[in-house]
């Protein structure tokens, strides 16, 4: 396995919102990386898409910051087990949905991902 670091740049519309759809597949999601620049407190929606999972979802960032999303193991009767995370896989694409992020700002979302 390999590491990879996949910086996304995010521009927002006048409304504050940006949409960014990014094709990762085959990797598992270790860290994201939040580095606000001039975005002002938005909300963060990723998801794996065409499953739609979610992957991390917080609002009203203020402050730059790195999130170790993590999704619970299945035991054997397929119940979660309590303290057991693991690293998100990414069949296909990364979804970045953006809202209350200001008139055209620009940040970006900085991905470890391992292959």
Known sequence: M??????VPIVTAADGSATVTVRAGGVVIRAIRVELGTLS?????ITEQPGNTGILAV???????????T??????SGVDVVGAGLA??????IQIVVAGGGDTKTG???FLLEH
């Open 108 to 110: 970006r979302l900085i």
């Open 88 to 93: 998100i896989p990414v069949y296909d694409r």
């Open 71 to 76: 999704v619970l193991a299945d035991n054997a």
């Open 2 to 7: 390999s590491l990879q670091v996949k910086s």
């Open 41 to 45: 407190t938005p909300d963060f929606t």
């Open 59 to 69: 609002a009203g960032v203020a402050a730059d910051g790195t999130y170790y999303p």
